[in-house]
């Protein structure tokens, strides 16, 4: 009998608690002083998300600096029964990686696991760890004469493992494709602590179900990410950059359409921005400024590139621009001559999501719909907000190229906090819209905690049903990332779909 087991037996300790005890300073064996931490001044930036709205907490958190110290802590953890919270950069905007409050957990994070394990230029390939930050891949790839494409405004601080369990989107998706697309393989560990590696360098791979993409896009809730093997692209050496002016929404998508077919499909981003997008940005942002002489309606930033040396991407531009103002597309525009003046429009479109902040309380939905229903989606949305709130703000914007709407509500002038209250009104209201529409109430954010509920109301009993037997065949226990994605079928938001989805049908009709 050793010391601890009269006090379990009289019930003045938990065994239960006592095998976490033992599994945490087993974890702390494997990875060694440098991997974790336990001050509470060490472990704050780890338990609460980017813009502060969550906040768990957590026994350790763990930094293994290999895939097989990852795969001997989960596997120590599996054995306790101590759930895993996986975290990259922390810069998500839907809580998928915080951690619980209520039950043991670790926090694992990714983030000394930052080597290139192989680089083939030759082969258009990339094999990077999960902990590598983004904009340093884009640096690497650019040093061998490559690019990759994945460009996000976290890039500086986001993490691959991240990117890739969240499925990450940004600007180029039009061109490139979303972070699946522009993955090969993946190695993961999975909740049982084996290590499932798929680092093909094979662009085909018929060889029965491609197993990676149950872990893109997954949240890490059904295994770790630690490495992944990425696609390159040639370097661009020549971009045309433009603004244009136009007269409505449904004129956005006629110049999409006759952009795409006159570049040659050469487009790598096609944003469109609000009037009121524009204002803000210039108010509140150092160094935007308004791009031509009268306001518009609307405006769209686009931009081509080519790695060809004797592409004359202005002229194909030029062509565009000429032929958008003979159909009435386009009112006005600029071509930027400069890369200065080409970094100047960038800051416009940048600008408009930081200069949300000086204009007070937000709500900001990422959703999508087919690209052709994007200016119905938008001007339908519009009227379904201002019938809860006359004087909301509407601020549509985003990548219309794939569909990409970002569609935030500013609070009213003057609000004395009626807006952030009616919150769950204007959910429903985009929602349904967005599900009449046969389109996703999440683009490229992800699920995390803050669209569980509405995952489990507008996503279909099938899928919610396979994607539940899925998990638990993964993870039987429920230990990676719990209460993350999916909600339990018995839970009140769940039994709610039903009448949500007649709600939509009723909308759709």
Known sequence: MNAFEPAIAAG???????EVNAALAQIRDVVGEAGWLAAPGDIEPYLTESRGLYRGATRLVVRPASTDEVSRVVALC????????????NTGLCGAAVPPGDSPNIVLSLSRMRRVRAIDPENFTLTVEAGCVLADIQAIAEQHDRLFPLSLGAQGSCQIGGNLSTNAGGVQVLRYG??????????????????????????????GYDLKHLFIGAEGTL????????????KPVSHSTAIFALPSLDAVIELLSLARTMTADLLTAFEFIPRFGVEIAARHVEGVRDPLDAPSPWYVLLEMST????????????GVFAAALEADSVTDGVIATTEQQRQAFWKIREGVVEAQKGEGASLKYDVSVPVTSVPSFVKAAIEACRQISANVRPLAFGHVGDGNVHFNLTAPIGDDGTFIATAAAFEDAVFDLVASMNGSISAEHGIGLTKKRALACYKSA????????????????MLFNPDKVLMSPES??????????????????
Do not use: C, F, W
């Open 12 to 18: 003045r300790i938990d065994a239960s608690l006592m």
């Open 78 to 89: 599996a054995a306790a029964g101590l759930k895993v919270i996986p975290q990259g950069g």
């Open 178 to 207: 979303n972070a699946r697309e522009l993955t090969l393989g993946v190695e993961v560990v999975l909740p049982d602590g084996r290590v499932m590696n798929s680092l093909r360098l094979l662009r085909k791979d018929n060889t």
């Open 223 to 234: 295994g770790i990410i630690t490495a992944a093997t990425l696609k390159l692209y040639p």
């Open 307 to 318: 790695s060809a040396r004797d592409a004359s991407l202005d002229a194909v531009m030029e």
């Open 462 to 477: 099938v899928e919610l049903d396979v994607m539940r037997k899925i998990k638990s065949v993964l993870d039987p226990q």
């Open 492 to 509: 009140g938001a769940a039994k709610a779909g039903a009448a949500i989805s007649e709600r939509v049908r009723h909308a759709a009709a």
